[in-house]
């Protein structure tokens, strides 16, 4: 009599925790990928960089941005993912709060420079991160700003070409997003619009001025949830 097979036995609990550790080592991968890859970004520049990821903690950030931008005038932050992408333009936003009376003082702003990097992870896994220049910038009046809700569903190819056209115009743009990935997507349709911008003028570089402000509103469940306002226009020159 032919013996049977014993059942493989995998508990779901079993199957959530190797899911969970291969999202983390992937995490991981992709955040220390891009650490490598931001240097030569800073490094090209003599500018001090910051990580931001899942786990950056936005008061921490904060501390060190300041400090940072005080004593170098110019920080890169480096950002992984939706939870790094809030937790960046938290710690921007209190910065440049904190700073903006010494700066007004001057005629200026804290503003942030984003942009699109693409990095070769060890696996040969090609990922795209944003790096965000801060930094003070001379402030400027846009005669036309555009309101532009950002959810996590948005197209940011999309979204950053209609905004290119908006820029052209010598326009600005206020991009509402709700949540780590309606913010991360925000950023990223910055970054594309700030590349298609530079394609249109045929320019190498058009970077964008965006400066975050975070206010507390009435979430769609209920509750109360922060929404971040990302004002953004093209930089003076």
Same mark, same amino acid.
């Not at 942030?112 to 090609?126: D, L, M, N, Q, W």
């Not at 400027?140 to 115009?169: H, N, R």
């Given at each position: #009599?032919?013996?049977?097979?014993?059942?493989?036995?995998?508990? /779901?609990?079993?199957?959530?925790?190797?899911?969970?550790?291969?999202?983390? =080592?992937?995490?991981?991968?992709?955040?220390?990928?891009?650490?490598?890859?931001?240097?030569?970004?800073?490094?090209?520049?003599?500018?001090?960089?910051? #990580?931001?990821?899942?786990?950056?903690?936005?008061?921490?950030?904060?501390?060190?941005?300041?400090?940072?931008? =005080?004593?170098?005038?110019?920080?890169?932050?480096?950002?992984?993912?939706?939870?790094?992408?809030?937790?960046? #333009?938290?710690?921007?936003?209190?910065?440049?709060?904190? #700073?903006?009376?010494?700066?007004?003082?001057?005629?200026?702003?804290?503003?942030?420079?984003?942009? =699109?990097?693409t990095h070769t992870i060890e696996s040969g896994k090609k990922i795209n991160t944003v790096i965000v220049e801060v930094r003070p910038q001379q402030a400027s009046l846009v005669p036309q700003v555009v309101?532009?809700?950002?959810?996590?569903?948005?197209?940011?190819?999309? /979204?950053?070409?209609?905004?290119?056209?908006?820029?052209?115009?010598?326009?600005?743009?206020?991009?509402?997003?709700?949540?780590?990935?309606?913010?991360?997507?925000? /950023?990223?349709?910055?970054?594309?619009?700030? =590349?298609?911008?530079?394609?249109?003028?045929?320019?190498?570089?058009?970077?964008?001025?965006?400066?975050?402000?975070?206010?507390?509103?009435?979430?769609?469940?209920?509750?109360?949830?922060?929404?971040?306002? /990302?004002?953004?226009?093209?930089?003076?020159?």
């Amino acid at each position: #009599m032919a013996m049977a097979r014993a059942p493989l036995l995998v508990t /779901l609990a079993a199957l959530a925790s190797l899911r969970s550790a291969l999202a983390v =080592r992937q995490s991981q991968a992709i955040a220390e990928g891009a650490r490598r890859g931001v240097l030569s970004v800073a490094e090209a520049s003599g500018t001090p960089q910051l #990580m931001s990821d899942g786990d950056a903690d936005a008061d921490k950030l904060a501390a060190d941005l300041s400090a940072q931008v =005080r004593a170098q005038g110019a920080v890169h932050i480096v950002i992984v993912g939706p939870d790094g992408a809030f937790a960046a #333009m938290k710690a921007v936003s209190a910065v440049a709060q904190a #700073m903006s009376s010494e700066l007004a003082l001057k005629g200026m702003v804290l503003a942030a420079f984003p942009s =699109r990097h693409t990095h070769t992870i060890e696996s040969g896994k090609k990922i795209n991160t944003v790096i965000v220049e801060v930094r003070p910038q001379q402030a400027s009046l846009v005669p036309q700003v555009v309101d532009v809700t950002v959810a996590a569903g948005t197209k940011v190819g999309s /979204l950053g070409s209609y905004l290119a056209k908006v820029f052209q115009d010598s326009g600005g743009a206020v991009l509402a997003a709700i949540g780590p990935v309606a913010v991360m997507k925000a /950023l990223n349709s910055a970054a594309f619009a700030s =590349r298609f911008l530079a394609n249109d003028l045929k320019v190498n570089e058009a970077k964008l001025a965006c400066s975050p402000a975070f206010s507390e509103v009435a979430g769609e469940q209920g509750g109360i949830v922060e929404r971040m306002a /990302l004002t953004c226009a093209p930089a003076p020159n």
